[in-house]
């Protein structure tokens, strides 16, 4: 728990006042008693740090962590003129 909180303190500009870090000690405290992983912490935190919201949030977003699924991975393909233009448009331009 400790390294989680020294990283969030790490990567702040100024030392956030220690009753936030009191209250995000014991929400992460929480959280590892549950059997969350650390990385989603982690990764929650950096959520958290970036929008500056209360502590108590951090469960939200160590939820959001686990549960959003992810992008597809297939490649975008980008929109193209039609080589023959009068075909693609049936004749309609």
């Known amino acids: ?32 008693a549950e059997g969350i992983k650390a990385d989603h912490i982690r990764a929650a935190l950096i959520r958290q740090r970036a929008k500056g919201v209360h502590p108590s949030v951090l469960p939200s977003l160590v939820n959001d962590v686990m549960n959003t699924p992810t992008r597809s991975t297939a490649p975008s393909r980008a929109w193209t003129n039609p080589a023959d233009t009068a075909a693609a448009y049936g004749g309609q331009l």
């Open 1 to 32: 728990m400790q390294d989680l909180i020294g990283e969030y303190v790490a990567a702040c500009a100024e030392r956030p006042p220690g009753s936030f870090l009191g209250h995000l000690g014991r929400e992460v405290r929480n959280l590892l």
